[in-house]
């Protein structure tokens, strides 16, 4: 895995250039803010990435880095204060009545809690066809509806019988199935997975996260994967983008975010996700972070993750870090962090 030397890019999208296939998801300088004056929250600020057809971007960052609030905008319930979304060439925001109602066929969510996203009052098949009362002409008629409803149930593992049973008759992965096969009824483009598995045991997770990497296999779609859990997001995604404060700190190639990261906070990240195979090198003793995390109402100046950085220096307070570049061949996109002074491949963590 030979690689070039990291290179300081011109501010702007970390990732631009000439592809062979155009994303199916671009989102460029997306800034979102809350509350005005002193209280003014910037929840996003200045966001970048592309999602590949087919792939699976993963978004980690702790508590409060605005993972959700980029998810509420890619499923355009957010509209950002600046900023583009172009999904599939189109700008979903800027869409009104039918248009608008047949993009929001194309993305879709599956929600973290498998106990509250379901109706307790509604069968599986009820819960499944759901969408289909809105997207009436998706599948119409009330004989293909079954059918497509059995298809599903088998599509995501469960059997066909359970159409008729209730959400308290299932198992907690059971009806995350549900809610998987809910989220494919209007054959969806994109799904946006919010922490999908984090309220299940483990062995339920392994399940769950198979079903999603089999759906992909076969159906193509695309995901947009949040989780707190290193190691599932290191297992299901082709891409990983980092958050902090607002901000992507980092994005590439989950092997090389994992293994080669470039950004502290990154390292510091990886560092605590388990091994399999613990040793004594540098980069897999865990990174304790000193001080909490800033409050987003107040970011400091400059690098805003210097306060906690063991590398900062002076001018880390002054100015922003430029995106800079590091060039894999084994990569199709580059690796990209926001750092003055970025961790070298290879090098020790600490």
Not at 214 to 238: A, M, N, P, Q
Not at 281 to 294: S, V
């Amino acid at each position: 895995m030979s690689e070039s030397r990291a290179t300081t890019a011109t501010p702007g999208p970390p990732a631009d250039g000439p592809r062979e296939n155009p994303p199916l998801l671009e989102v460029r300088g997306v800034t979102k803010t809350f509350g005005s004056g002193r209280r003014r929250l910037t929840a996003l600020d200045g966001v970048d990435l592309r999602i590949g057809r087919g792939q699976t971007l993963g978004l980690v960052g702790e508590s409060g880095c605005g993972k959700s609030t980029l998810a509420r905008v890619l499923l355009g319930l957010e509209r950002p204060d600046e900023g583009t979304v172009r999904f599939d060439g189109t700008d979903p925001f800027a869409l009104r009545g039918k248009e608008l109602l047949a993009w929001r066929r194309r993305v879709q969510m599956v929600f973290q809690d498998p106990f509250a996203s379901l109706n307790a009052r509604m069968s599986a098949a009820d819960l499944i066809g759901e969408p289909w009362g809105t997207h009436r002409d998706v599948v119409p008629g009330a004989k293909a509806r079954e059918k497509r409803i059995r298809e599903l149930l088998s599509l995501v593992g469960l059997r066909e019988s359970d159409a008729h049973r209730y959400p308290n008759e299932f198992s907690g992965g059971q009806r995350q199935r549900i809610g998987i096969a809910r989220a494919l009824a209007l054959n969806p483009d994109l799904i946006v997975c919010d922490e999908p598995v984090s309220a299940l045991d483990l062995s339920v997770q392994a399940q769950v996260l198979n079903v999603l990497s089999e759906l992909r296999t076969r159906l193509g779609v695309t995901y947009v994967f949040i989780s707190h859990d290193l190691s599932v997001v290191r297992y299901i995604s082709d891409r990983v983008t980092v958050m902090y404060l607002g901000k992507v700190i980092e994005q590439g190639d989950t092997e090389n975010v994992f293994e080669r990261p470039q950004h502290p906070y990154t390292a510091a990240l990886m560092s605590a996700a388990p091994v399999l195979k613990p040793t004594r090198d540098a980069r897999h003793q865990e990174i304790h972070l000193q001080g909490e995390i800033p409050s987003p109402f107040d970011i400091p100046s400059g690098c805003r993750f210097r306060t906690r950085c063991w590398r900062a220096e002076d001018l880390c307070a002054t100015r922003t870090p430029p995106p800079v570049v590091r060039e894999t061949e084994d990569a199709a996109e580059p690796h990209t962090a926001l750092c003055h002074f970025p961790l070298e491949a290879g090098s020790a963590w600490v």
